[in-house]
């Protein structure tokens, strides 16, 4: 059952840290190409090392100046530090809505920073399938830390933060009242809670009201969400902000939380990628076909509905060849 | 083929403009509950009379306001008009994340309006079904106009943005610089670009930039989109902004792109459904079954991948019971 094929020239340029091989395998990964597979296969031995740190938070607290403290206090720390920027995006243009947006100080020598972008492109499942097999080559790759930002738009946050085991939520003190609501999907995520921008005014009230919500938050878990402020300006609170996370994830080891989550993680994994499997070749079987084209003929002349054209295509292309439903 | 079942009394009540049953169905659609199948199918016929228009921009642009500001010139106009709120939300609360934000000045006395607010719960693409799907519901129940409004953050809009036949953009004379950018995916869908808040300084040049903006990208149609400046706080270019969407209307209706593009939503719809009934049974077939343990016991020792854990599940529940691939 298991097979040992040999291991592909790409998953042994991973393990030798080539860096070009690594952008073009997360491009591969990207375009969800199968033939990724047998490198992905290869490299999976080799993977589960690295801590996964999501980091997100509405638009404007700051998000991308703090993943650029915490890589300069990781880098001076001797760590090997991934960071991937996961953005919305336009499946008109294939290109990212919010933009390129990190600008990192990185030495362009310093081999132990590797940066990559993601658009979402499609559907946010194979977002999420795509960013977790992209956190697996960083980690194969030999990051230490992998920091996964997102754009703090809601729910890719929520499923992007599933991706990690410890997830940082970034807010300002003063938020207006609009993004102020955004907390509430962002809020059961939260391991940390980072009041970025403390040297404004206000911060010390929300972070008093930030400690008090978490009190009041039922967890499935019994840890205790640490809320932290920080100024990426005054470069204070970015150790107090590591330290918060390193805790979480000591929390994880020695609660067993970790296997636990990981279990979840891996499941959720293999599930995405057996609907992905699932719908590859369904809709592209029925897609421009003759029978497709007749179906909606009788939608456009409204003698048949949506469901029941979709129910006719299931049962000729799908259930019939199947004996239990 | 085509059966004529009895019309269920749920549809009767709609074509009756019956609110509560309005109301009910709604929830039915939002929760796939498949017994709406039924109701939905006899309505159908009913339908494909309500202009469907979507209005999105960023957060603070003053989308509700402005949401408010033509339901009142359309009642005066003496439509029936149905608004759906569009937020993202958490999957662990099935909340919404951005909170029930539209404030609606409503007669409640006014049967000619109808609103709803959705939560977008799962994933995206049972989003843009299920409404499409509360939209014909109010199209059955005798509405003129659904305005459809999305949270303005970026990948939802698009998505919903396709399930409407003219799309408003709506933005502000200043935005922030990241703000700004996320008028790159939200380009590409407007047919219609409102600057809102054109009390402000700045609004001419906005407007005109926009209009530039508009000169230069391509479209696959030959409208060209308006621009226009409304103010919901002096009680200005409401009118217009109306007269804009009535003009891409009655540009669809007479460049046959109407008929065009509501092909293309049926076929996106259809396609949509059919991928949802693909889905429904083949994960619930294989969750909590010891061959998933067992793989993801494999998985978690790093002795199989997860894709070639997928494969397999593939393989043993989906593949071999269909002859051909």
């Excluded at 990964?29 to 597979?37: F, L, S, T």
């Excluded at 090392?49 to 100046?65: C, D, N, Y």
């Excluded at 960083?138 to 920091?147: K, Y």
């Amino acid at each position: 059952m298991r097979r040992r094929p040999p291991v592909p020239a790409a998953a042994r340029a991973i393990l030798a840290r080539d860096r070009l091989a690594l952008a073009r395998l997360i491009t591969k990964v990207e375009n969800r190409d199968h033939g990724v597979a047998p490198v992905l296969q290869a490299l999976y031995p080799h993977t589960g090392r690295a801590a996964v740190i999501g980091l997100t938070g509405p638009l404007g607290v700051g998000k991308s100046s703090l993943v650029n403290s915490l890589l300069q206090l990781l880098r001076k720390a001797g760590k090997r530090v991934g960071v991937i920027g996961v953005d919305p995006s336009s499946p008109f243009s294939g290109g990212s809505v919010l933009g390129d947006r990190i600008r990192i100080d990185r030495d362009p020598a310093d081999t132990g920073i590797f940066f990559r972008s993601m658009a979402s492109r499609g559907h946010p499942g194979g977002l999420a399938a795509a960013t977790r097999e992209v956190v697996r080559l960083l980690d194969a790759f030999g990051m230490e830390v992998v920091l996964l930002e997102t754009a703090g738009t809601g729910q890719v946050d929520v499923e992007i933060g599933a991706v990690a085991s410890t997830n940082v939520v970034v807010l300002v003190p003063h938020l207006g009242d609009e993004v102020q609501s955004l907390k509430a999907g962002l809020f059961e995520i939260a391991d940390v809670f980072c009041v970025n921008k403390c040297d404004l005014p206000g911060a010390d009230g929300a972070a008093r009201y930030l400690a008090e919500l978490v009190g009041l938050t039922p967890r499935s878990d019994a840890w205790r969400p640490r809320v932290v402020q920080a100024s990426t300006v005054l470069g204070t609170g970015i150790d107090e902000l590591w330290a918060a996370v390193e805790a979480h994830e000591a929390y994880l080891r020695t609660s067993g939380s970790f296997e636990k989550g990981n279990r979840t993680r891996l499941e959720a994994e293999v599930l995405e990628l057996y609907r992905e499997r699932i719908l590859a070749g369904a809709v592209a079987q029925v897609e421009g076909s003759p029978e497709l084209r007749r179906l909606l003929d009788e939608v456009e002349a409204r003698r048949l509905d949506p469901r029941a054209a979709a129910d006719s295509l299931y049962e000729r292309n799908h259930a019939r060849r199947r004996p239990r439903s």
